[in-house]
């Protein structure tokens, strides 16, 4: 018998359960992997999994695509973005679309690919999209860092990026979602520790677990859940030792306080959540494209018919989007939980027939 079905039948053993379960796992690879490997198939009956705000690029509000596409617009602007941004729609139009009109728009796969970049184009202002979690915070706070120490004048960043407890935290408080316990990310918590996550337990009573993600990590992540759950036990455990620890990662945290202020900030779905943006500190305020620009942080206003910021919040699941599957496809995309490798509606469409 190997592992994965072991962990099946203990789930199964263990949960001793009358009532129906809701489990929640708020990363987006998560969610890709939960679907990929058919996890929810193999689950006890009473045992539901629902996605949470854990896609960086979903929970991006458009205004902050407009803002990109603005800025793309100028002929002394080279706009420099991960991949998966390219597609997400702003109000009027994406970044794709701006780079086919002619606008000088580059896919980068690491952020220090934009001091390259700058090097090579000293009378043009570079602006990095700087969109993800605290995943991806340091290494864009050393990119900056490093334009600094090389005097790149023309380096800029504009801002998206987020913290992930924040978002939890207005989640939790909004009361639209009851759920029995969270699987946390392996990647977020390797940086954060798992000190951040106690809040869940200790006010909510619902208990956490660190978890890989391979599908016997999530696994040993539900089974762990299920375990405290039966038990009527609420803590944060870390089914993920190998690649995080109970403090987190130490250097990573400080480039992050070095290069970033804390600020409010507009999630798809939430709204304006307190504390929850990143922004540049005073000391690197001259990398600020916003400053630079004279923008304003962008701030989310509501997606219309797309339900992408309810999915986002775990209260409906993309099948329940009267747009899913027909007017909005991969193809077509309307959200942007479709377009983004870590989205849902992205996941559900690939993997399941039920659209």
Request: net charge negative; hydrophobic share 40%.
């Amino acid at each position: 018998m190997d592992f994965e079905t072991k962990l099946i039948q203990n789930i199964a053993a263990a949960q001793k359960i009358d009532r129906n379960v809701l489990l929640m796992e708020v990363c987006g690879t998560h969610t890709m992997s939960i679907f990929k490997h058919g996890i929810k198939s193999v689950l006890p009956e009473n045992i539901k999994l629902v996605s949470g705000p854990g896609c960086p690029v979903c929970v991006t509000p458009p205004q902050y695509i407009d803002q990109a596409v603005f800025l793309a617009e100028s002929e002394e602007t080279i706009i420099c973005t991960f991949g998966d941004m390219m597609r997400v729609p702003g109000e009027e139009t994406t970044l794709e679309n701006s780079r086919a009109q002619g606008a000088d728009i580059r896919v980068i796969y690491s952020p220090m690919d934009c001091l390259e970049i700058a090097e090579k184009n000293p009378h043009k202002r570079v602006v990095l999209l700087a969109v993800g979690f605290e995943t991806t915070s340091p290494v864009i706070g050393i990119t900056i860092e490093q334009a600094d120490r090389k005097s790149l004048d023309n380096l800029f960043v504009l801002s998206g990026l987020k913290r992930l407890f924040p978002a939890l935290h207005t989640l939790l408080d909004s009361g639209e979602l009851n759920i029995n316990g969270l699987i946390c990310p392996g990647h977020v918590s390797s940086i954060s520790g798992e000190g951040p996550y106690r809040f869940i337990p200790e006010k909510h009573g619902i208990p956490c677990v660190i978890s890989g993600f391979g599908s016997a990590d999530i696994l040993m992540g539900i089974y762990m859940l299920v375990l405290q759950i039966a038990e009527n036990r609420a803590v944060v455990e870390n089914a993920y030792r190998r690649a995080g620890t109970v403090e987190g990662n130490s250097k990573a945290l400080d480039i992050i306080r070095r290069v970033f202020n804390e600020v409010d900030d507009s999630w798809r779905g939430l709204g304006v959540v307190p504390g929850s943006g990143l922004d540049l500190a005073d000391v690197f305020r001259h990398r600020d494209a916003r400053s630079a620009y004279y923008l304003e942080r962008p701030v989310w206003t509501g997606d219309g018919a797309c339900s992408c910021g309810d999915i986002i919040k775990g209260i409906k699941v993309p099948s329940d989007c009267e747009l899913f599957g027909n007017v909005c496809t991969p193809e077509n995309p309307v959200g942007a939980c479709m377009i983004s490798g870590e989205g849902t509606c992205a996941a559900y469409y690939r993997y399941t027939a039920d659209r």
